[in-house]
């Protein structure tokens, strides 16, 4: 094991190992293809009148081979095999193909273009539409790099991502630009264009009653095993906490590395310097007993002792989006020293919360149905697994996700019928109440900040229709993209999810706590570590005591909102005092004010061309 410090990566060059590139399907040709000069092309394949560009990894490109042999003998390429399995499935190929990857086929007989992005959205996907040709890429720099797609930004979306909302699935940062979300597909034909769902989970019969768990927990980790193998081409890294999350995937990565004579997972850990998520003791230990390398060091510690906040603006303002998460300069260092070590992946832990927990939503549904009991022990459940009071803990299921979203649905179905004109008023004073006075001085804006709510409010067809999570997974990819590296997140396998969303209550929450699938499984291999009993860590004290020692010196050298002034997002004045009157709090409740606002200021200076630093500097 060893111990590695800090050390400044700014000129280490970057690479890439990923496709950067632009389709263009104009009606009746064939795609044409341009590829940036920092990225590669996609692979290509014209067979049976179908023309295929397909990018990124295929997981199950051998279970795709058996299922289309012999014609799969002669395909050479990931592009051959889907071309292949088009000319069987059809449409209806994305939902065959697991994986991270973006795919357009050209249907020469039936006039008609497919695109699709896999189930779950790992791999980034995004269009343009400008004179009758629809542009593609998993690159929304590469787009609006073309000049034939405008570079305006969305104002409206910032101004919503400074009030902490992200109501459009479809919107990205720039007006020209639609996100193609994971799991659709779109499909454009001479009368028009269609975007529609094709795979989405399972509904959870909540009704149904687990027993003991044991056959759910056999095909559990029979699930986990499959997702983490499919995530190991070669060597890989493993981002690791002290979790319940990223430890099944390193001790799974482990074993899996073990049998098929690959060099084992290097730990990558950060330690977060507060007292109340502080997991090094764990973090160590568990590297220890499976015997990892490891480089281990505090978050401070990986960025040579520059300030973590002002290292996440300077990347903020070289991202496609206004960056979300500020552990992002310390996660890079780890991950540059990865692929110093030669490694080509890293995994993590991530969608543990989203897959493994029990889904809060459901509360509203056992509240209606007067199942007080299955209520009381998922609340038993969650205080022993956080750290939170039980009062704390009793709210939230019983309010927040219980009966205030029953008694917020039937108010406003009672009043679209009977006082829609009502309705439109609390809706406004609603948003008013959410918006701080400073977002939105122009009325023109503020109007469309009203119409976008309206929209926000109607329930989704699926919990897989979140903006934020969009947003975050597209956020993952970039940081590997960006230091050459592919970031791989077993968790998020959609066979796994899919399982997960079918599995009874009961047994997420076997022997009283959340994540009981998981907790067997780690009990098993690490019975000295207390996994069974193990409270979730998380960050957010660490996070506020952050923005409170770093935050002044920051907002004093990015010298104010000058961009976010300059396009009219916000009243300068208004926000730079409500900024100092934050700042001057020791432990801001709305800490995400902070952040929000200066990411993206710094992210539109990135766009407009205007320095981090004042003048005076």
Partial sequence: MTTSSGADTASTPLESRYGEWVATFTPGRAPAVEVSPRGLPPERSSRNGHVVVFDGLLQNAEDLRAQLMPAAAEAGSNADLVALAYGRWGSDVPDRLRGTWLLAVWDEKRRELLCARDPLGLYPAYYAERDGALLLSPSVEALVGDPRVSSAVNRAALADHLSHRWPMLEETYYEAVKRLPGGYRLTVRPDGKELERYWDLPEQDERLVGGGGDEEQERFDELLEQAVARCLPGPTGIYLSGGLDSVSVAALATELADRSGLPRPYALSLVFEHETCNEESVQRDVARRLGLEQTILPVRGALGGRSLLESALEMSAERPAPMLNLWSPAYRYLALDAR??????????????????????????????????????????????????????????????????????????????????????????????????????????????????????????????????????????????????????????????????????????????????????????????????????????????????????????????????????????????????????????????????????????????????????
């Fill in 340 to 617: 110093r070590r030669g490694r080509e992946v890293i995994l993590t832990g991530n969608g543990g919360d989203e897959w493994l927990e029990f889904p809060v939503k459901f509360a509203a549904t056992l509240i209606r149905r007067g199942d007080i009991l299955r209520l009381y022990r998922i609340w038993q459940s969650m205080q022993r697994s956080y750290p939170l009071s039980k009062s704390r803990v009793a709210w939230n299921l019983l309010w927040t996700f219980g009966t205030r979203p029953l008694l917020g649905s039937g108010g406003r179905a009672f009043l679209q019928r009977v006082a829609p004109g009502v309705l439109r008023a609390r809706r406004r004073r609603f948003l008013d109440r959410q918006t701080r006075g400073w977002v939105a001085p122009d009325a023109a804006l503020r109007a469309q900040l009203y119409e976008r709510q309206e929209r926000a409010l109607q329930p989704r067809e699926t919990s897989l229709d979140s903006p934020i999570i969009a947003l975050e997974l597209e956020e993952f990819f970039e940081s590997g993209r960006q230091v050459g590296l592919r970031l791989l997140h077993p968790l998020w396998d959609p066979d796994l999810a899919a399982f997960l969303a079918r599995t009874p209550i009961e047994v997420r929450i076997l022997g009283g706590r959340s994540k009981a699938l998981v907790r067997r499984s780690l009990a098993r291999r690490f019975p000295g570590l207390g996994f069974e009993g193990h409270r979730k860590i998380t960050g957010t004290d660490f996070y506020r005591s952050l923005l409170a020692e770093e935050g002044r010196q920051a907002w004093r050298r990015l010298g104010g909102a000058r961009a976010l002034a300059e396009l009219e997002l916000v009243d300068r004045k208004s926000l730079e005092r409500d900024m100092d009157e934050l700042l001057a709090r020791a432990n801001p409740t709305d800490h995400y004010v902070l952040w929000h606002v200066m990411s993206v200021e710094a992210w539109l200076r990135g766009r407009l061309g205007i320095s981090l630093r004042p003048s005076n500097e």
